[in-house]
Every structure is written in structure tokens, then in C-alpha cells.
């Protein structure tokens, strides 16, 4: 840009000089003008003024050229990038696959383990559930056969208060109410008087409930009552009910 605004200020030099030179000779007198042998000057004169010209142009289009070719460098580095960030993004999301993948492996393998009891395969596979998505308390309910009731089996960091039932009401609660709907429940502004999530710093409310009740045919079979302290984003939720769901299919083979 400005090689060609130098080049435009040197024609416009050129070009007056010429014309100032031009002018001086036609004011001459014919005597002089034979002597300085008039006609061999005009016609220096003329290829002088083409010979500038020519140049002139020539740098201007060649600048023009180069900027057009750092631009298209430009925007071929940003295109470079952009598909940099892409390739990015989808490997989180394949690292991110592949980590669920692996959690489900590892609990299908405790829930088969036969040297240990009913209750510790449950309270491992619950653990290891917490301990990965970092939630704070934990109730697994699954229905038994005999009662036909969905019993709390399970538990972690939980301690159930005297008098309480440790089974599901049908339609009492958000429990009951998400085991009447039969559809995952996701909330974030958990009401008052709701069970509170106990830490080193005390009992708060937790930021984030999430009741996943699980189906086995049209019919739900088991229930997970999940509290954390940390705020969930949507697709953290979608994994942790893909693996509720995983795991309560092994549990009602």
C-alpha cells in the first residue's frame, strides 16, 4: 500500500516536470531551438514521459499483486486454524466417549465379581459412579420381585434419618413423581427441605439433583437419587444417565 502511494507521488513528479520542460521550450525563440536541435528533444522528451509511465504502472500492479497474495495467506492461515479448532473440539469429544466406554467396562466387571456380596458389588459400583462424576450422595432403589416395591439397596455418603422408609412411594415426591413419568429428572434449583448433601463444610443443598429412573420392558425396575455440589452442564447429565442406565440393565438380567 504505500510502495504504490510512493510510486503515485513520483508520476505525478515526473509528469509536471515534463510538462514544466515542455512549456520552457515552446516559449523559446526558433533560433534557440535550432541550436538545442529541437526535434531530437521532443523526441527524447516523448520516450521519457512512456518510459515513466510505464514504470510507474508497472509498480503499482506489482503492489497490488503482493498485497492480493498476503491477503489469500492471510485467510489461508485462518482457514488453517479454524480446522485446527475443529479437529480439536472432536477429539474431546471422542476422549470423552471413550472415558464413559471405559467406566462402563469397569463397572460391568465389579457387578459380576462372585467373591464378594449383593450389597458390597452395589455400594462399589455406586462409589465408583460418585467418584467419577464427582457426586456428593447417592441412593440406588431396584424394584424386588417378591414386593414388587422399588427398595433402596444402596447408598452412598448417606446416613437415612430414624422413622424414614427406605422405599419409593409411587407419586409422593420428586422420587415417586419421576418414577410415575418415567423420565430422567435434571434439576438445578433444588427446593427447600430437600434432603441436604453433608461435607467437611456441613450440610448444604446440593447445586445439582438428578433422579434417573430406569425401565425394563415399559416398567421401571430400578431408580438413581444423585446429589452433587457441582453444577452439571446438559451433556455431563446425558453420560451420567447413559451409564445408570447401562448399569441397571446388568442388574436386571
Not at 480446522?83 to 474431546?92: K, L
Amino acid at each position: 500500500m504505500k510502495k504504490n502511494i510512493i510510486t503515485t507521488i513520483l508520476l505525478l513528479i515526473y509528469t509536471v516536470t515534463f510538462i514544466v520542460l515542455f512549456i520552457k521550450l515552446r516559449s523559446m525563440s526558433s533560433a534557440v531551438l535550432e541550436e538545442l536541435a529541437v526535434n531530437n528533444i521532443y523526441y527524447i522528451l516523448g520516450f521519457m514521459f512512456l518510459a515513466g509511465i510505464s514504470v510507474s504502472f508497472y509498480l503499482i500492479i506489482d503492489g497490488t499483486n503482493k498485497d492480493q497474495t498476503l491477503m489469500i495467506e492471510k485467510e489461508s492461515e485462518n482457514f488453517t486454524f479454524q480446522d485446527n479448532s475443529e479437529s480439536i473440539q472432536s477429539s474431546s469429544e471422542i476422549s470423552s466417549i471413550k472415558d464413559i466406554e471405559k467406566i462402563k467396562l469397569e463397572l460391568s466387571n465389579l457387578l459380576e465379581r462372585k467373591d464378594n456380596t449383593e450389597k458390597e458389588r452395589l455400594d462399589n459400583m455406586i462409589w465408583k459412579i460418585c467418584n467419577h462424576f464427582q457426586i456428593s450422595q447417592a441412593l440406588l432403589y431396584v424394584k424386588e420381585n417378591d414386593r414388587g416395591q422399588l427398595t433402596m439397596k444402596a447408598s452412598y455418603a448417606f446416613i437415612a434419618p430414624e422413622n424414614e422408609p427406605r422405599y419409593i412411594i409411587s407419586g409422593e415426591g420428586l422420587t415417586g413423581q419421576a418414577v410415575v413419568d418415567g423420565t430422567p429428572y435434571f434439576i438445578k434449583d433444588v427446593p427447600e427441605g430437600y434432603m441436604k448433601v453433608i461435607s467437611g463444610l456441613g450440610e448444604s443443598l446440593p447445586k445439582s439433583l438428578l433422579i434417573i429412573p430406569c425401565k425394563t420392558e415399559n416398567e421401571v425396575t430400578s431408580v438413581f437419587e444423585l446429589s452433587s455440589l457441582q453444577e452439571y452442564s446438559k451433556e455431563t447429565f446425558d453420560e451420567i444417565v447413559s451409564v445408570c442406565k447401562y448399569v441397571s440393565n446388568i442388574l436386571t438380567k
